[in-house]
C-alpha cells in the first residue's frame, strides 16, 4: 500500500510539472505573438492579417463582427489611419483550452504624441496554424466610462 501512495505521488508531482512546463510555454508563446502585434501595429498595420487565422473573428466595440484575416486587415489599417499609432498589450493570464489558447489582458491605445486614446481589457482566443499561434477569436472593450 505504501508503494501504491508513492507511486501516485510521483505520478501526481509528475503532471504538475508537466502542466507548469506547458504553462510557461503557453505564456511565452503568447507574449512572443503580442510583441509581433504591437510592432506590426507600430509598423502601419499592413502586416496584422498575418497574424490571424484565416477563419478569424474579430468582435470590436460597437461594430459589427469582422470575419476572415483578409477583412481583419483592413479594419486594423483604417484604425491607424484613423490616429491609433500604438498599442499596448499585457497579458494578465492564459490558459489551455483543449488546442486553443484562451488570453485575458489589458490594453492601452495611444496615438500620435503617445499619450493614451483608451484602456480596455481583451479576450482572445488563439489556435495554432502551422508552427504558429494565431489570433482566432479577438475581443476587446474600453475600460473607460462612457461621456
Given at each position: 500500500?505504501?508503494?501504491?501512495?508513492?507511486?501516485?505521488?510521483?505520478?501526481?508531482?509528475?503532471?504538475?510539472?508537466?502542466?507548469?512546463?506547458?504553462?510557461?510555454?503557453?505564456?511565452?508563446?503568447?507574449?512572443?505573438?503580442?510583441?509581433?502585434?504591437?510592432?506590426?501595429?507600430?509598423?502601419?498595420?499592413?502586416?496584422?492579417?498575418?497574424?490571424?487565422?484565416?477563419?478569424?473573428?474579430?468582435?470590436?466595440?460597437?461594430?459589427?463582427?469582422?470575419?476572415?484575416?483578409?477583412?481583419?486587415?483592413?479594419?486594423?489599417?483604417?484604425?491607424?489611419?484613423?490616429?491609433?499609432?500604438?498599442?499596448?498589450?499585457?497579458?494578465?493570464?492564459?490558459?489551455?483550452?483543449?488546442?486553443?489558447?484562451?488570453?485575458?489582458?489589458?490594453?492601452?491605445?495611444?496615438?500620435?504624441?503617445?499619450?493614451?486614446?483608451?484602456t480596455g481589457k481583451y479576450l482572445?482566443?488563439?489556435?495554432?496554424?502551422?508552427?504558429?499561434?494565431?489570433?482566432?477569436?479577438?475581443?476587446?472593450?474600453?475600460?473607460?466610462?462612457?461621456?
Open positions: 500500500m505504501k508503494s501504491f501512495t508513492v507511486l501516485l505521488l510521483l505520478f501526481a508531482l509528475g503532471i504538475g510539472a508537466n502542466a507548469q512546463s506547458r504553462s510557461r510555454s503557453v505564456d511565452s508563446a503568447i507574449v512572443t505573438a503580442n510583441q509581433a502585434f504591437m510592432r506590426a501595429f507600430e509598423q502601419g498595420a499592413t502586416t496584422l492579417a498575418n497574424l490571424y487565422t484565416s477563419d478569424a473573428q474579430l468582435f470590436p466595440p460597437n461594430g459589427a463582427m469582422v470575419s476572415g484575416n483578409t477583412q481583419i486587415g483592413p479594419f486594423w489599417i483604417a484604425a491607424f489611419r484613423a490616429g491609433i499609432y500604438k498599442v499596448s498589450l499585457e497579458t494578465i493570464e492564459t490558459e489551455m483550452a483543449g488546442n486553443r489558447i484562451i488570453e485575458t489582458g489589458n490594453y492601452t491605445l495611444m496615438g500620435t504624441d503617445g499619450k493614451s486614446i483608451d482572445v482566443v488563439w489556435k495554432q496554424e502551422g508552427n504558429a499561434w494565431k489570433l482566432y477569436r479577438d475581443i476587446w472593450n474600453t475600460s473607460q466610462s462612457a461621456k
